[in-house]
């Protein structure tokens, strides 16, 4: 190797990925590692789907490429189709992209026109929440409320609001009910839009069941449905970046199924491509798509490579796969084990936290004293060291240090293949 790569790290250089086997990768010198976290919830079908290859192959035999300003294809057509199949009440229309960042971007986007066709353009402002993360581009990381990851481009970034998460293991007060507490926390959503100006805010974005930055850590039973009440009673759109926690993940096709509502906007990826090509979409209402439909016709957003024939043929087979194999049940199961798991593994050790999660998407903190919840020193880099550990012994997870109250907390979360068997 010539060493010419530009990766995540300049320091490190991994182990070159040879093979795929199910819920295992090989590297370059034959060493077994088991997908604990499927990367970074991606590989919901392991590693070596032989389906999803042979629709991929068969697109690439007819068409790779056409340029969605002058073709659609059935690839495309069929996937939308197959997603709005699942998707949330008055969810119909579908945006295709490369992945999770160009997802939330468009949705921004798309709110912004939406409001700005509908005669109200004063309405531009978004409101998000601390300890998110939506992405990388400009637009995602001014939304994601993850400080570490923002810091050093703060000047680029367009200023958003961000409320508390709904975290209830370091948010809920002693005493609180979980339901007083969720309550709590939504209105902080009323109070920002009061403060800012109803007039000026366009939408929420939140993540269902926030990934990275807190490690699986879902919202108390009805958080969400508060929030979709001051969302309609203050005439803002609601987001949900389903990026992560999407695509059958949490045991539902769409995780805020199992939060009984329905947003306005979603996005999905990760488990959209499953690995096997990097797509992303953006799904709205009718009702957002009919005002732009009725107005200028044209929403004002695109990628080159949106629509791939390749990356929605491998799309359409991944939904196909869940659906036939009954894999989203299997998550439910397989989840339900796992969180057993790890509670008889790790529930009584000094140094854990919190066990949370949905289906198979599971986190667990790592605290310096259970009693306190104090976390560790960032310095200490606990995460890091888990992570290192865990990959020598032949493990992936997915451990992150995130950020409380201006400090640094550890987490690790786990998102198997959703073929994975008991045994591993
Ligand atoms: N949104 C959420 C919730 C995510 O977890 C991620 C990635 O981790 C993104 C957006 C960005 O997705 P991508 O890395 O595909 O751009």
Redesign the pocket.
């Known amino acids: 190797m010539t060493g010419h790569i530009f990766g995540r790290s300049t320091r490190l250089m991994p182990p070159a990925a040879a093979k795929g086997e199910g819920c295992y990768i090989i590297d370059k010198s034959g060493k077994r590692y088991l997908d604990g976290s499927g990367g970074?919830a991606v590989s919901c079908l392991g590693h070596s789907d032989a389906d999803v290859a042979a629709a991929i192959r068969a697109q690439l035999d007819d068409i790779a490429f056409a340029h969605t300003s002058f073709f659609t294809c059935d690839a495309a057509e069929e996937l939308a189709d197959l997603l709005v199949e699942h998707a949330p009440e008055g969810i119909d229309r579908v945006y295709l992209v490369s992945?999770?960042?160009e997802a939330?971007e468009a949705a921004i986007k798309l709110a912004r026109q939406y409001f700005v066709e509908t005669g109200e353009p004063g309405r531009h402002r978004v409101i998000a929440r601390r300890q998110s993360?939506?992405?990388?581009t400009l637009g995602?990381l001014a939304a994601g409320g993850n400080a570490w990851r923002r810091a050093q481009f703060a000047p680029l970034l367009v200023e958003t609001s961000h409320i508390s998460p709904c975290y209830e293991y370091r948010g809920r007060a002693e005493g609180e009910t979980p339901e007083a507490f969720g309550r709590r926390v939504a209105e902080e959503l009323a109070a920002e839009i009061e403060r800012l100006g109803p007039e000026t805010v366009m939408a929420f974005v939140a993540?269902p069941v926030v990934?990275?930055t807190l490690g699986a850590v879902p919202a108390v039973e009805g958080y969400f449905k508060r929030i979709r009440e001051i969302c309609d009673r203050y005439g803002i759109l609601l987001i949900l970046?389903e990026?992560?926690c999407g695509m059958g993940r949490t045991g539902s096709f769409f995780a805020c199924e199992q939060d009984e509502i329905a947003p306005d906007i979603i996005t999905i990826?990760?488990g959209l491509g499953a690995g096997y090509q990097p797509i992303?979409a953006m799904l709205c209402s009718g009702r957002i798509y009919e005002a732009i439909a009725a107005g200028s016709g044209f929403f004002q957003h695109g990628h080159t490579y949106m629509g791939h024939p390749l990356a929605a043929a491998a799309g359409r087979a991944v939904v196909k796969a869940l659906d036939e194999r009954g894999l989203v049940a299997r998550v439910r199961e397989q989840g339900r084990k796992l969180d057993a798991a790890l509670h008889s593994a790790f529930a009584q050790h000094p140094h854990v936290g919190d066990i949370r999660g949905r289906g198979l998407f599971r986190g667990v903190e790592i605290v310096r004293d259970r009693a306190t919840k104090e976390p560790f020193e960032p310095e200490r880099g606990i995460a890091a060291r888990v992570k290192k550990a865990a990959f020598e012994s032949g493990l992936i997870c997915y451990p992150m240090g995130g950020t409380i109250d201006g400090r640094r907390g550890d987490h690790v979360l786990l998102a198997p293949p959703f073929i994975i068997s008991d045994e591993q």
């Open positions: 970074a992945g999770g960042s939330v993360y939506h992405g990388n995602a993540e990934g990275a970046d990026v992560m990826a990760k992303g």
